[in-house]
């Protein structure tokens, strides 16, 4: 058995110094005085790293020259006060053991890299602080949005990530198969997929949402979180080929409690961020984005706004803003309205309720103008669109109508149509981007950096 290590981050809040911790981690830097070595060591648990210090009588010490940037070394000493300024305790080495040398070509020296950079050794680049700092507090995030919805008894469904159907019907969808050459050709020529795997086409989900809905009718109030995939071929900083998502669904609600439900998920997730991960988004604030701290505290701070789409599409109208994109009655809004909206008109979340019904999904709730449906976007400041939910339309005779109206093929959604045929009842629900949140929390600005490996078009390394 290995010899019981302590985190660096509980050593760090040792009520007094310890007579005897082990500590595993890599090394950061090394600097060698007359008598001792001073290593800076990370082992991941938290952003700081803890001071050892390597005199000549410490076992191992033969070896300190090979304690090289980027080694992972196993250390046993006594953790003191430390006189140096900036830490409270240093560990006085025993016994030092080096477990993997580093090679001299090791890309993570001492000096800052960029993010471009790092992107081509994403399989290192955790090693650094900002990117340490960056997957903890994803971690955290995720463990904070099962605690909102568990508190809440929500139910945690794991929705398919192979479907048969298309959620969004915006063909956004990477296929499925396990045909080969010709066969792979043929079938997809004559839309005949009877000899593939599942005997008919197969995709990887856009959303969980069609699947969640149904649980939704039979337990309540569901959650979906896991991961989506859009074969959007565009190359933005916000857009990712594989991203994940977070779907509650809730029965017997309306598009307002859905607003609700919005509002204090995302509430409680930025406030989760700003208490429990205060070490890690402090880094942030020096390093990345100086004004990141004030824009989550003003959106802690702010009521957020619900703006009818037709009163959105006024103000842009109305703004002495050369937009790219002119706004118009009927269109999506465009990033720039988004966030004219956000930052610069109300200076607060802002959701836009109520859109035009053709440029929205065929699940969304029909109003009574026959020209809007229930759906929703809340957009915030730096990233425009962060949730897009909706009421879903649990009326039978209007969703079949207008599934017909956009050519939907009604037996691959029987089983959908099914929930409005037993029992159907109001039920509204939402998608929340988690890159995005992760974007707003920590400032930075490429959604390729908030998740460990990201998938973009062209981009399929590690
Ligand atoms: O607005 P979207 O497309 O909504 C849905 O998929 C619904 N079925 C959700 C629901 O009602 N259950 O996507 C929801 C959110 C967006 O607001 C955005 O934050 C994020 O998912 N998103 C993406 N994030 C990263 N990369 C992409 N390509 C994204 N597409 C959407
Ligand atoms: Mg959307």
Redesign the pocket.
């Known amino acids: 058995m290995q010899p019981a290590r302590t985190p660096i981050a509980e050593l760090l809040k040792a009520s007094g110094p310890v007579a005897s911790a082990t500590v595993a981690g890599w090394v950061k830097t090394r600097r060698d005085a007359k008598d001792f070595s001073f290593i800076q060591l990370n082992d991941g648990s938290c952003l700081a790293s803890l001071q050892v210090i390597v005199a000549e009588a410490t076992e191992g010490h033969a070896r300190i020259r090979e304690t090289t940037t980027g080694s992972a070394v196993r250390i046993e000493g006594e953790l003191v006060e430390s006189p140096a300024q900036g830490q409270r305790y240093e560990l006085k080495a025993r016994r030092l053991e080096i477990l993997g040398t580093c090679a001299e070509d090791y890309p993570l020296q001492k000096k800052r890299h960029s993010d471009e950079f790092l992107r081509t050794i994403g399989h290192l680049r955790s090693r650094t602080n900002k990117y340490g700092a960056l997957f903890r507090i994803r971690s955290r995030l995720a463990w904070a949005v099962h605690d909102f919805f568990q508190r809440r008894g929500f139910h945690y469904i794991h929705t398919p990530i192979i479907t048969g159907a298309d959620?969004?019907g915006a063909g956004e969808m990477f296929r499925v198969t396990t045909l080969q050459g010709d066969a792979g050709g043929r079938a997809l020529s004559r839309g005949d997929f009877t000899e593939d795997f599942f005997g008919k086409e197969a995709h990887l989900t856009?959303?969980g949402?069609l699947a969640v809905e149904s649980y939704c009718m039979g337990l309540g109030q569901v959650y979906a979180f896991g991961p989506t995939f859009?074969a959007?071929n565009s190359n933005t900083s916000?857009?990712?080929a594989e991203?994940w998502?977070i779907?509650p669904e809730i029965a017997f609600a309306d598009l307002a409690d859905d607003m609700q439900l919005a509002e204090d998920f995302v509430r409680h997730l930025l406030d989760f961020v700003c208490t429990d991960c205060q070490e890690d988004l402090a880094l942030f604030k020096q390093f990345v984005d100086p004004e990141v701290e004030a824009r989550l505290a003003g959106v802690r701070a702010a009521e957020f706004v619900r703006l009818p789409y037709g009163e959105a599409v006024e103000i842009l109208k109305a703004a002495r803003v050369d937009f790219e994109y002119t706004p118009e009655w009927g269109a999506d809004l465009q990033t720039e309205h988004e966030r004219y909206l956000t930052e610069t008109h109300f200076k607060a979340p802002v959701f836009v309720h109520d859109w035009p019904r053709d440029i929205k999904a065929f699940y969304m709730r029909q109003n009574d103008d026959g020209r809007t449906v229930a759906a929703m976007?809340l957009l915030v400041p730096r990233i425009g669109?962060?949730?897009?939910?909706?009421q879903r339309e649990e009326r039978h005779d209007r969703l079949l109508a207008r599934m017909d109206e956009m050519g939907f093929r009604r037996e691959d959604y029987w089983w959908y149509l099914d929930t409005r045929r037993f029992g159907t009842a109001p039920h509204a629900?939402?998608?929340?981007?988690f890159?995005?949140l992760l974007m707003f929390a920590t400032g930075v600005s490429n959604?390729r950096d908030v998740i460990p490996f990201p998938r973009t078009p062209r981009n399929l390394e590690f």
Request: hydrophobic share 30%.
């Open positions: 959620c969004e856009v959303s949402q859009r959007e916000r857009h990712a991203f998502m779907e976007d669109e962060l949730i897009g939910g909706s629900g939402f998608g929340l981007g890159e995005r959604i």
